[in-house]
């Protein structure tokens, strides 16, 4: 069935240094693609989303794009920050709007 | 956006006993979900939540051990019925409007502790 997957591990860089975690998905035909964010204490939400190939999303200066020859909407951030600690989601939808999720990252941040 | 409440926030609960988790949305929403995170574990949907019909379970998933009510569409529950240890998780209810491809808010999640 649908799936994704991410990168195994967690992942920890000083501050202004360059991030990237890697998601990779396989489905059938083309399906929208998010990264969710879960920061300390609060609840899941929405970072970013793209709903079709080679669309980026972008927020908060994060980006992503949707690669359908590789499969893959790796999340990048040019220069993170000590509050962008966090643990990421990547996730596909399927059929009737279900969401299928990787098994996440934390992120940690050091100043 | 989307102001979602889940009851309780968590609990600790004895093997063999049923606890019934409560979401309210501040809106109607079209589609409610059940989603089940395992410690150290990705977000695994039990079932979407149906208003004024049975839920609709995935695989692995069944009525008799997850039963789910929706009365209208801003309020649904989910019970774990006759709980073991296995099922120590956070449980969390997402939501999404009217249109298709449109956001999924989460709630907070209930973090149940089963001994």
């Known amino acids: 069935g649908d799936s994704v997957t991410q990168m195994e591990g967690p992942v920890t860089l000083s501050e202004e240094a360059f991030l990237t975690i890697n998601c990779t998905y396989t489905?059938?035909?083309?399906?929208?693609l998010f990264w969710y964010v879960q920061y300390p204490g609060e609840g899941l939400q929405l970072l970013l989303k793209a709903t079709k190939a080679d669309d980026k999303g972008s927020n908060k200066g994060f980006e992503a794009t949707y690669r359908k020859e590789t499969t893959s909407f790796h999340l990048e951030k040019g220069s993170v920050q000590v509050s962008d600690s966090a643990v990421y989601f990547c996730a596909l939808l399927y059929g009737n709007n279900r969401l299928a999720f990787g098994k996440g990252n934390q992120v940690v941040v050091i100043p | 956006s989307a102001v979602i409440s889940q009851k309780p926030s968590r609990d600790i609960c004895q093997r063999g006993t049923s606890l019934t988790i409560q979401c309210q949305v501040d809106s109607q929403v079209t589609m409610m979900f059940w989603y089940r995170q395992q410690p150290g574990q990705s977000l695994t949907l039990i079932a979407t939540a149906n208003q004024g019909s049975e839920a609709t379970y995935e695989s692995g998933f069944v009525i008799d051990k997850f039963p789910i009510s929706r009365p209208n569409l801003t309020f649904s529950t989910l019970t774990v019925s006759n709980m073991s240890p296995e099922d120590s998780s956070i449980y969390l209810c997402s939501v999404q409007r009217w249109t298709p491809n449109d956001e999924q808010f989460f709630g907070p999640g209930t973090r149940l502790t089963v001994l």
């Open positions: 489905a059938t035909g083309y399906p929208s």
